[in-house]
């Protein structure tokens, strides 16, 4: 890999660019809306052809402002049609962005002659090619940069400034505008800020990978976090971290094949992807390697009260020692599982082991015959309450002996027999 | 401008290359309204969006693939069959960022359209660089590229959409159903989600088969806007399914024509641009909810309410004086309307036959009129009556809440206000107060 | 009843001639009420009867179709700092990144205006009033993570954070723990002894006459409304719910239809 200025660069302008998208990105996604700024990205093209026909030239003004425009009225168009038209929202989105995404592309290719862009640039943008759009000042900074970074500053005051109305109206509606909060002034103003960001974005990941910058580390952030505040930091610092890896990725993991690179704004936009997937899988919220333990964990736990329960029935019959393949047999569960459990039982002194035979100690005899107690005084409440027959009985008995807390426990109250006919262990 | 000549051999498909992308792009339209109506239906617009952006990488790694076991890399075939593959694994991890995380539908969508996308411009800017084979053709997907159909790629379209026609007939039953009450046709024993999985894939065969005129970035333009359009016009499913088919279909057709008679007109967007035209056409003209006859209904609304007024007032003021005649200033004085509205609708109500302008400036209520005002009256003092029996509320309170209700007293209603009423309580006939011709 | 058009300047709400109707449906006819002040008002009345709908026609969140409201003889816009206002609970994302306290806060955010700040003292006024519903320990718990009863109870601390005269709560006993009932008594009757105006959506008929002073009985139009003694009667109740809801909702939806 060889790095040179011109990656810094690179670097520096994908990474304001994300985080400038990153802010409007994170109020849609927490409004349900991130696909609104999907559609308004599309229409920055058409807003920018008919900038180019009326003004004749690629003034970033003009684009400005021709982008804004068209990105309200496609936010007003989708609204419209949503509500005069009886149309859900993600087919009104659906139908106002590829009609007037189509009609940038036939703008675009009428005006051909007029002006040099071609639609490939409006996708890809042209991050490698921005150093060398250099300021007029010559100060050595690139255009990209200037762009990016006072959209950047802008969208930082805008949220600075509104922070709480964007909470309040993102979050209830309702109380905001009987607060007098005008929730659809801040949904044109949030419209707005998608637009301006988009079309200061274009250049640099073309049109449809602002849309990743849009979502992506939003949602990730999401994923991670349970605060307002903290939303937006982990946004701005997902989607700078994105760009970064992502442009080290394009110039490097190709050529590990023998390529010599890729498109940075693509491999920026997988950056994301893969960093959000990073979170889904590992998030301490709600994960899913913290979804599998909780499942593994529930599931160990009631493995663990089977193997108390099983042994102390044994007792009761006058047995005393099982082995492990009899225990995993008679709970049904796998000898693997039963052998994790059996371990822990061990260590908490529990069970013990007396050459291959599993069998009760003291303590656990009391911690067993109060599983026994609570699995038989819910038979008697089940068949109290909702006579079933008595296969039912024990099945529903079994899973509700898990989860019995001592509140419950002194509601299901002192039966001294169960249904078949078995003594109720006492409460010690 | 093209001349007449031009016009005449693009219209009767002289041209080959006109013939095959015309034909193509019309069995397309018609293949993707019929999807696109089950798909709006169930309100999965936006999956077919990410779907088709989801398509570009598979094109691109199937190219790869076939660059890589020495075969030509530009197989259409092969090429479909990645992006098929991709566009199902996009939804599929919709479904899971959906079912796993609190994400919701939106960001799910927004995730997978846009890093995919990302993924196949990567992966298609390192297919250029593939010594062997030529990938330069590829990002013609994007945008789409008519005018590289060939014979047989028209013919793909036309059975691919002859399929799909018969699996819409012999499924549009159960697939109403699906989009309908899901819940309800699961209790019924439905496979559900198989008729799901189903619809999903016509999606995305429909989708891989419009990359290549429309570009993935507009397919899912040919999916919603024909069926959307078609709802304007019928409420019924299956007249839906053939108005959505003959949209796209002549949409397909006057893109494809505009497209080879004018220079510089891409034929993707213009398809999509004259669906949009045929969109806002439904939209305003469309008798079911559009908007012009929404405009209409509401003024023919106030209208009637408007001549049920002025019924409802002569009459009363008729009933008070005995006599069917009146002056312009009684009716002032029982409604709060002004004079000029008063003549208007008198005016209105005498072209009916109700009244006649008598030459002494008064107003003769006719025979005809008579019954008809003593019909609405008598529906406006059964309600009243009504709610003064059930409601408890002094009867001035009512009098504004009966004008309003009275206008949408039919005939059953009223034999039901008049079961629960004494029959002493309904109002006598007009002839029976005194008033006679 | 009073019939007579004026509004009454010392009702907290007087309600006239309002009529609201979604779409073409009427929901709310001809609605005219004077709310007396310093008293616990239930709103009684089967489902769809426009219980929420007057709240929301009250804070201007639905159009009127017809008809006006006024808070003390002037205009809600005018007086918005003088209401409280407890959505359903199902009306939010509970999913949400923000924890209690936060939206507490947001019961402040009018005294506090655009674009300034949220201060100290405001978060001091949310923590007690946290406290005052019994939610002080769950105050940093994320939204989510409260159980049904405990979001109520948050969302009622921010009705009480905004220090209103009159506070309109919707359905707050809707699927509530026994907790979570209690302390809502505690704090309506707080809010009595303050001389505050409290009107609530009511769903549970048994407990109208334990909790509260007046009651309006409401389908689609004020069938009712007095002290509870004299109004809340078997045969008002009838009338309430009585076959007469059938019958008004068919005019209803043929209304719609036209």
Redesign the interface.
């Known amino acids: 890999m060889t790095w040179s200025i011109i990656d810094t660069w690179i670097v520096i302008i994908g990474g304001l660019c994300a985080a400038g998208c990153a802010i409007p990105g994170a109020i849609l996604v927490l409004r349900k809306m991130s696909l609104m700024g999907d559609a308004i990205s599309h229409t920055v093209l058409p807003g920018i052809a008919i900038a180019f026909l009326i003004t004749g030239s690629r003034d970033p003004m003009a684009m400005l402002i021709g982008s804004v425009v068209v990105g309200l009225v496609t936010a007003f168009l989708v609204q419209a049609i949503q509500t005069f038209g009886k149309v859900e929202a993600g087919a009104s989105m659906g139908i106002v962005f590829t009609v007037l995404f189509a009609f940038g592309l036939v703008l675009m290719r009428q005006a051909v002659d007029h002006v040099d862009i071609d639609p490939d640039c409006v996708l890809y943008g042209s991050i490698e090619l921005a150093w060398f759009d250099q300021d007029p000042e010559g100060l050595g900074i690139p255009r990209g940069a200037i762009v990016n970074g006072v959209m950047l500053l802008a969208n930082l005051l805008l949220l600075l400034l509104f922070y709480k109305e964007f909470k309040i109206t993102s979050f209830d509606p309702a109380l905001a505008k009987a607060q007098g909060f005008q929730p659809s002034f801040m949904h044109y103003m949030l419209m707005t800020m998608t637009a301006a960001t988009a079309v200061a974005a274009f250049e640099t990941v073309g049109s449809i990978l602002v849309v990743a910058m849009f979502i992506v580390p939003p949602a990730t952030a999401y994923l991670l976090t349970n605060r307002f505040s903290m939303m937006f930091i982990l946004a701005i610092f997902l989607s700078v971290l994105a760009a970064i890896i992502g442009h080290i990725s394009a110039i490097t993991i190709p050529t590990w094949f023998g390529f010599s690179g890729t498109s940075t704004a693509g491999a920026m936009a997988v950056a994301t992807g893969a960093l959000f997937l990073v979170a889904w899988v590992v998030s301490p919220l709600d994960g899913m390697l913290v979804r599998m333990w909780h499942l593994f964990s529930t599931r160990l736990h009631v493995v663990r009260e089977d193997i108390l329960g099983v042994l102390w029935r044994l007792e009761e019959r006058g047995q005393k020692e099982l082995l492990l393949v009899q225990l995993s047999e008679a709970i049904g569960t796998t000898p693997f599982l039963v052998k994790i459990s059996l371990q822990l039982l061990q260590k908490r002194n529990v069970v013990s082991k007396t050459k291959l035979f599993w069998s009760l100690t003291d303590c656990g005899r009391k911690q067993a015959a109060a599983i026994v107690r609570s699995h038989r005084l819910w038979e008697v409440y089940l068949d109290k309450h909702f006579p079933q027959d008595v296969h039912q009985l024990h099945q529903s008995a079994e899973r509700l002996e898990h989860i019995t807390t001592p509140e419950m426990q002194v509601k299901l109250g002192n039966a001294k027999e169960d249904p078949h006919g078995s003594q109720v262990p006492a409460d010690e | 401008m093209p001349s007449l000549e031009q016009i005449v051999r693009v219209l009767s498909l002289e041209d080959y290359n006109t013939r095959v992308v015309v034909l193509g792009v019309m069995a397309l339209g018609a293949a993707s309204g019929l999807v696109g109506t089950f798909l709006l239906l169930r309100k999965r617009a936006l999956t077919a969006d990410a779907l088709s952006h989801a398509t570009l990488p598979g094109i691109a790694v199937a190219f790869m693939i076939m660059v890589a076991f020495g075969y030509d890399g530009k197989s259409l075939f092969g090429l479909l069959t990645g992006a098929f593959v991709f566009g199902c694994i996009g939804v599929l991890a919709i479904l899971g960022i959906r079912h796993t995380t609190r994400l919701k539908d939106d960001a799910a969508i927004g995730i997978v359209l846009s890093v995919l996308f990302g993924l196949g411009l990567c992966l298609l800017r390192i297919a250029t660089e593939l010594p062997s084979g030529s990938a330069a053709g590829l990002s013609g997907f994007i945008f789409g590229k008519a005018s590289s159909m060939v014979a047989s790629d028209a013919t793909t379209m036309g059975v691919v959409a002859v399929s799909i026609a018969l699996v819409t007939m012999v499924l549009h039953k159960e697939w109403t159903l699906l989009c309908f009450d899901e819940k309800f046709g699961s209790s019924q024993g439905w496979p559900v989600i198989w008729l799901d999985i189903l619809l999903m894939v016509m999606v995305a065969i429909v989708t891989v088969l419009a990359l290549q005129s429309v570009g993935l970035v507009l397919a899912v333009a040919m999916l919603i806007i024909p069926a959307a359009s078609a709802r304007y016009w019928t409420s019924k499913i299956t007249p839906m399914l053939l108005a959505a088919a003959s949209i796209g279909c002549l949409s397909g057709w006057l893109g494809a024509v505009v497209s080879a008679l004018v220079p510089r007109m891409p034929t993707g967007p213009i398809i999509v641009l004259i669906c949009g035209l045929w969109f806002i056409i439904s939209f305003i003209a469309g008798p079911k909810d559009g908007l012009i006859i929404r405009q209409l209904t509401r003024l023919y609304l106030n209208r009637r309410i408007a001549k049920q007024h002025i019924l409802r007032a002569m009459w009363e003021v008729c009933e008070s004086n005995a006599v069917p005649e009146f002056t312009v200033d009684s009716i002032v004085y029982v409604r709060s309307w002004n004079n000029r509205t008063v003549i208007r609708l008198l005016k209105k109500v005498s072209k009916l036959n109700y009244v006649t302008q008598l030459p002494s400036g008064k107003w003769l209520l006719t025979e005809f009129g008579f019954a008809e005002a003593a019909r609405v009256v008598r529906n406006h003092r059964l309600w009243e009556m009504y709610l003064i029996t059930y409601a408890d509320i002094a009867p001035t309170h009512v009098d504004r809440d009966a004008d309003m209700i009275e206008h949408v007293l039919g005939r059953d209603l009223v034999a039901k206000l008049e079961l629960l009423l004494d029959a002493t309580k309904i109002p006598q006939s007009p002839h029976a107060i005194g008033v006679t011709q | ?1 009073k ?1 007579e058009a004026g509004h009454s300047t010392t009702s907290p709400v007087s309600i006239h ?1 309002l ?1 609201v109707a979604y779409q073409r449906k ?1 929901v709310l ?2 609605v ?1 009420l004077d709310i007396p002040e310093g008293k616990l008002i239930a709103i009684v009345g089967p489902n769809g009867a426009g219980k929420s709908t007057l709240i ?1 026609a009250v ?3 639905v159009p009127k179709a017809s008809g006006k409201v006024m808070i003390y003889g002037r205009p809600f ?1 005018k007086q ?1 700092k003088l ?1 409280a ?1 407890v ?1 359903q609970r199902e ?3 509970w ?5 209690a306290l ?2 507490v806060l ?1 019961g402040r ?2 005294k ?1 205006g ?2 300034k ?2 201060r100290k003292q405001d978060s001091k006024a949310a923590m007690e009033s946290l406290e005052r519903v019994g939610m002080a320990d769950f105050a940093r718990r ?1 939204i ?1 993570q409260l159980s049904g009863g405990q979001q109520q109870r948050v969302f009622l601390a ?1 009705a009480l954070t905004q220090d209103a005269t009159i506070y309109l709560m919707d359905e707050p006993f809707a699927s509530v723990d026994a907790t979570t009932e209690r302390a809502i008594v505690k704090v309506l009757g707080d809010l009595r002894s303050l001389g505050k105006t409290v009107v609530v959506v009511h769903h549970d008929l048994q407990t109208v006459r334990e909790y509260f002073d007046h009651v309006i009985l409401l389908n689609m ?4 409304h007095g002290p509870v003694d004299e109004v809340f009667t078997d045969e ?1 109740l009838k ?1 309430t719910y009585g076959g ?1 809801l059938t ?1 008004l909702s ?2 209803a939806d ?2 719609a239809r ?1």
């Not at chain 3, 999913?95 to 924890?99: G, S």
């Not at chain 3, 139009?221 to 009712?224: E, Q």
């Open positions: 009843m019939v001639d009529t009427p006819w001809d005219d929301k804070l201007d969140l816009a918005r209401v206002y959505p009306s939010v994302d999913d949400f990144p923000i924890d936060g939206v947001m955010y009018n506090i655009w674009c700040p949220v994320q989510s921010r139009r004020v069938v009712a008002n009338k007469r019958l068919e005019a043929r209304l036209h």
